[in-house]
């Protein structure tokens, strides 16, 4: 079993920057990809970014694509998502999870561990 905990979201005028941060226990993540979602209100959970095992892959959804960067540590099992030049329609719970691949996927249901989320809020 696996367990995620996502750190580092707040509020946060527009312009500005977050970094995110999940730390994995349980079990080594060296031989998964991660992947980041965020969900907003009334909204599906949406596709973020993702990074392969060793991290030499990354995907970026295109609303995210130069403004984001996703990365991670094996060594210590962590994953993170630096987020600058916030707008408001990133406002969102954002959640880090665990594929049963080890290349990078935008795909939901390639993910098998989910963390509980943080709440990111941006405003104008």
């Known amino acids: 079993q696996v367990q995620l905990v996502e750190s580092g979201g707040g509020l946060v005028q527009a312009g500005g920057s977050l970094r995110l941060s999940c730390a994995a226990s349980?079990?080594?993540?060296?031989?998964?990809?991660m992947g980041w979602f965020r969900q907003a209100p009334g909204k599906e959970r949406d596709f973020v970014a993702t990074?392969?095992?060793?991290?030499?892959?990354?995907d970026y959804a295109d609303s995210v694509q130069g403004r984001f960067a996703i990365s991670r540590d094996n060594a210590k099992n962590t994953v993170t998502l630096q987020m600058n030049s916030l707008k408001p329609e990133d406002t969102a719970v954002y959640y880090c999870?665990?594929?049963?691949?080890?290349?990078?996927?935008?795909?939901?249901?390639?993910?098998?561990?989910w963390g509980q989320g943080t709440q990111v809020t941006v405003s104008s």
């Open positions: 999870a665990v594929a049963r691949v080890s290349y990078g996927t935008t795909r939901y249901k390639d993910y098998d561990y």
């Open positions: 349980g079990r080594s993540l060296s031989n998964s990809a």
């Open positions: 990074i392969s095992r060793r991290g030499g892959t990354t």
